[in-house]
């Protein structure tokens, strides 16, 4: 009787310590962390972006490009946007971003990004069958706040430079969206938002602590699960990225592809994360509940160590020991 009765405190102590810190979080560092500069920043880069919890992040649509996949017209709300995102961290601060580059760009950006001092850390695509074609380069940086931001104005300038314009002086296109957004909404569990026609629904993994060089990744610094729609009930598109831990990568392509979804791009983001990162682009079209299913049934393969350490009761049976 007292064996048991140790085994259960025993099981009980573990199963709290496993509570206490979601995956991937480590110890703090002894070096503070000064606020981010976002003064410093707007300043250095001469345009304005968005902050939220004392991170910044600047975008830049690409409005000139007119891409096509499967007849459907990708647009900047659809997953066609540049963007940087700062945060602050022990070296000063730290730079994310995701540059949008055609063949034509491609060589002339990077060649910009090594010459500002900043790193490459991915080249994909989003999409395939996409007319013209394009691509997705990482970028990341760590140091001075003013200096990476001046990085960043010119990487941006370089792809102005090269193109002849600025992409945000496109057009600024809609597509046709008569979808239920309610019905998606309650499928996936998540509220999304209507941009230009596309809604869009963003989901963080709020499961796992992720670091890159001991600084936070936050889902504003693009640590997110993401779908995008347009279209019709019966003929809808859905565009997205999931972000997933290594044990979940198989899963999630196998409920996906079992489901009618393409898989069209797995990758990394980032380079010196903790723990280690996989996203993986994706492409559907059919009807909007049925791709909302297959979403929900490859969603339903992220975060379940964290759920299944929540399910475990106490040796009362009364409460589960995870909130």
């Not at 064996?3 to 979080?25: H, R």
């Not at 997953?79 to 540059?99: H, N, Q, T, Y």
């Not at 430079?161 to 969206?177: F, I, L, S, Y």
């Not at 693009?222 to 598109?237: L, R, V, Y």
Request: hydrophobic letters at 40%; glycine letters at 8%.
């Amino acid at each position: 009787m007292k064996t048991t009765k140790l085994s259960a405190q025993i099981l009980l102590f573990v199963l709290m310590a496993a509570c206490s810190k979601p995956t991937g979080e480590k110890p703090t560092t002894d070096k503070p962390t000064a606020k981010l500069d976002v003064a410093a920043i707007e300043q250095a880069l001469e345009m304005k972006g968005t902050e939220k919890n004392g991170e910044y992040k600047v975008t830049v649509a690409q409005n000139d490009l007119d891409v096509v996949v499967d007849s459907f017209k990708i647009i900047p709300p659809m997953g066609l946007g540049s963007w940087a995102a700062f945060a602050s961290s022990p070296e000063g601060a730290m730079v994310m971003g995701d540059i949008i580059v055609t063949e034509t760009d491609l060589k002339y950006v990077q060649e910009e990004v090594i010459r500002q001092g900043l790193t490459v850390t991915a080249i994909h695509n989003h999409f395939v069958r996409d007319r013209p074609h394009v691509m997705y380069m990482h970028i990341g940086g760590m140091g001075n706040a003013s200096t990476l931001a001046q990085g960043v104005k010119s990487v941006f300038a370089k792809v102005k430079e090269v193109r002849g314009h600025n992409p945000a002086d496109g057009n600024k296109t809609e597509v046709q969206n008569t979808l239920d957004t309610e019905s998606l909404d309650a499928i996936l569990g998540s509220k999304g938002e209507m941009s230009r026609g596309v809604y869009k629904h963003t989901i963080g993994r709020p499961d796992v602590t992720l670091q890159d060089h001991s600084t936070a990744v936050s889902s504003f610094l693009g640590f997110n699960t993401w779908a995008a729609w347009q279209g019709t009930p019966e003929h809808a598109a859905v565009a997205g990225d999931f972000a997933m831990l290594e044990n979940e990568v198989a899963p999630v392509i196998k409920a996906l592809v079992e489901n009618g979804i393409e898989v069209v791009a797995v990758h990394n983001h980032m380079v010196h994360e903790e723990p280690r990162i996989f996203f993986l682009h994706y492409w559907g079209v059919g009807p909007a509940e049925k791709l909302a299913q297959g979403l929900k049934a490859a969603l339903n393969q992220t975060g379940k160590e964290k759920r299944a350490i929540a399910s475990i009761m106490l040796p009362t049976g009364n409460e589960t020991i995870c909130r």
